[in-house]
């Protein structure tokens, strides 16, 4: 995958997510400012772990059989597994750090 490619990937899907939020955070507020917060609040935290993952990509896990503690688990069909053991933390805190930093100043 050519690099353009894979950042206009990632903007496109920063873009969805940032629309997504808004959407979510304009249904609930007919409801409730305070609602609309919070559950908007609840969604960000996801979509942005979710961002995470596709972005830094964590070793993800294919096929329908894992090896845990030498025991083999089935992996049922659409689920994602990941191994998060091989990756640093570093990028992963420090995009949460800004996330909750830019939450605490809005």
Not at 7 to 23: A, E, F, P, Y
Not at 54 to 77: A, H, M, Q, R, S
Request: hydrophobic share 50%.
């Amino acid at each position: 995958m050519k690099p353009e490619s894979s950042n206009n990937t990632h903007v496109q899907g920063v873009i969805k997510d940032t629309l997504l939020i808004i959407l979510i955070f304009g249904v609930f507020y007919f409801i409730d400012l305070q609602v609309a917060a919070f559950i908007t609040i609840i969604c960000t935290s996801i979509l942005l772990t979710r961002r995470i993952i596709l972005d830094y990509n964590p070793g993800f896990i294919t096929g329908n059989y894992i090896n845990y503690n030498e025991e083999k688990l089935i992996v049922p069909k659409g689920v994602d597994v990941f191994d998060l053991g091989k990756v640093p933390m570093k990028p992963y805190s420090f995009c949460s750090l800004t996330l909750f930093v830019a939450l605490l100043f809005l």
